[in-house]
């Protein structure tokens, strides 16, 4: 089976992936308690010691409520030193298919303690993700298949046996999963609402990384009089095409790459040759695809494939503080043959365990709704024509992310339904109160200017450009940043002005 494309990946937040390179476990939740028959309806429980656990069940189709409903997972953290609450802070960690239940789970390490002091701390998995209603394609064994197949279908046979084993995916994500046409991003938005309702908050206050900057952006769309404190750090632009995302974003991918390279060259123990650069890692994936590395410990027959290091290596640039360093012993072992730092970055990446089972849906569910939020107008034929374009405009990781769309076009020729494309609004967005958005210079995998063009985009936002490197701003070792997002979220005061922070 041909591999999940590159580009569905790509728009993961970091976060999780930096708790398992940390050695920072996520702690496991509980199983959730039912939902309430009515609509909306919140029926708090105490789980896991220290957090309160809760289903709420929204419409599957907003539109036609007699189609039925999906059940929703939420969780909420209050700090023992709570005072002068001012209300619920929603966060959602990214994906499409990051469980916002394991974000919440580890609020204590990853919010300052004036945010964490003054709000009520609410995740949700949203629908079809984690533990609400969960899309379901792949087993652990068609998973390891999928990630190990190769990523880059540039000949005849190849791409033939790409569509085929697409096809295969779309058919498996159909009969697996019930009214799959509804685990949209803009339905998302709306299920948002419903919890802030019954969260009893007058207006939405919301923290979004990655991905999830797309669910406020959605949210401030369509309710713009109850946008409350909203920060979006690592910001999507939604005004443009499916095809300039995929572009701006592989295009930084290798910025960052690059960038890798010309730290590593600097140290002493760099495994890289003196006038290394990107094609060091283009003939690295190719050694790799003729003959795949494997991990000579524990007598392990799993062969690492240029799928896995490929994803590996993306992995590893989101963070230059863990990641790169991993990278470096990656490149350091594959030289040798040993793929074991190739594998631990792509599984910590994919949610894969040593056991060889996957941890949740992610993977599932952040193609579908991908797929679901930016439609292509492409034919699979023309996507494989702009294949060179990627390849001119991103020489490492352009040729695999050149054929993402195809798996979109094949679920909307599967479903019979045309999918409306929300994120091509250039209607600007006037929220009730002020945004304030993080963008990073040298983030991969949100791109800077995305955070500029949402800047631009959200009548009255503040931009706080952080200098630096990695995905995301918040968190990440700048005071400035940090001291700007919990001002403005314990106070309401965005900065007088754009700032700039290193």
Request: glycine share 8%; net charge negative.
């Amino acid at each position: 089976m041909v591999s999940p494309t590159l580009k569905n990946k790509l728009l993961l937040t970091i976060a999780l992936l930096t708790l398992l390179l940390s050695g920072c476990g996520t702690t496991k939740a509980e199983p959730f308690p039912t939902a309430s028959n009515d609509i909306s309806k919140l029926s708090w429980k105490t789980c896991n010691e220290k957090f309160q656990c809760a289903t709420l069940r929204v419409p599957i189709d907003y539109a036609d409520k007699d189609l039925g409903s999906f059940d929703i997972a939420v969780i909420r953290y209050r700090d023992p030193n709570q005072h002068d609450r001012i209300g619920s802070l929603v966060i959602n960690p990214g994906g499409p298919g990051v469980s916002g239940i394991d974000f919440v789970l580890d609020a204590e390490y990853t919010l300052n303690p004036e945010t964490l002091e003054r709000y009520d701390i609410v995740g949700f998995d949203p629908r079809g993700v984690g533990q609400s209603s969960a899309i379901h394609c792949l087993n652990n064994s068609e998973q390891d298949a999928a990630f190990a197949s190769d990523p880059r279908p540039d000949n005849d046979a190849e791409f033939a046996q790409a569509l085929t084993d697409t096809q295969e995916f779309i058919d498996k994500c159909i009969e697996n999963t019930d009214y799959i046409d509804y685990f949209s991003s803009s339905n998302v938005a709306h299920d948002m609402d419903l919890l802030r309702q019954n969260l009893g908050d007058a207006r939405l206050n919301y923290m979004g990384f990655s991905y999830g900057t797309y669910l406020g952006t959605l949210y401030a769309q369509q309710y713009p009089n109850k946008v409350g404190r909203f920060v979006l750090d690592g910001a999507i632009d939604p005004s443009i095409s499916v095809e300039q995302q995929t572009l701006i974003q592989v295009e930084a991918f290798d910025r960052a790459l690059s960038n890798f390279i010309n730290d590593c060259l600097r140290h002493k123990d760099c495994p890289l040759p003196k006038n290394a650069s990107g094609s060091f890692f283009t003939d690295l994936f190719n050694s790799v695809a003729a003959k795949p590395l494997t991990i000579p410990d524990g007598g392990s027959t799993r062969l690492i494939t240029e799928g896995l290091v490929v994803t590996g290596t993306a992995a590893a640039l989101y963070d230059d503080v863990s990641g790169w360093p991993l990278l470096q012993t990656a490149v350091a072992q594959a030289l040798e043959g040993d793929g074991t730092g190739f594998a631990q970055l792509a599984d910590g990446y994919n949610r894969r365990t040593n056991d060889g089972t996957y941890l949740d849906n992610q993977n599932d569910a952040n193609i579908i709704i991908d797929c679901l939020d930016w439609p292509s107008s492409s034919t699979n034929q023309e996507i494989r024509a702009a294949a060179t374009k990627f390849a001119i405009t991103a020489p490492v990781f352009g040729p695999y992310v050149a054929y993402s769309e195809i798996t979109c076009n094949l679920l909307n020729q599967r479903t019979g339904k045309k999918v409306s494309q929300t994120n091509q609004n250039t209607a600007q967005i006037k929220p009730k109160n002020p945004i304030l958005i993080i963008g990073t210079t040298q983030d991969p995998a949100t791109p800077y200017a995305w955070a500029k063009a949402l800047n631009s985009y959200i009548v009255g936002s503040r931009l706080v450009t952080l200098k630096g490197e990695g995905h995301t701003g918040y968190g990440r070792g700048s005071a400035c940043t940090d001291d700007a997002v919990d001002t403005y979220l314990t106070t309401g005061q965005v900065p007088a002005q754009n700032i700039t922070c290193r």
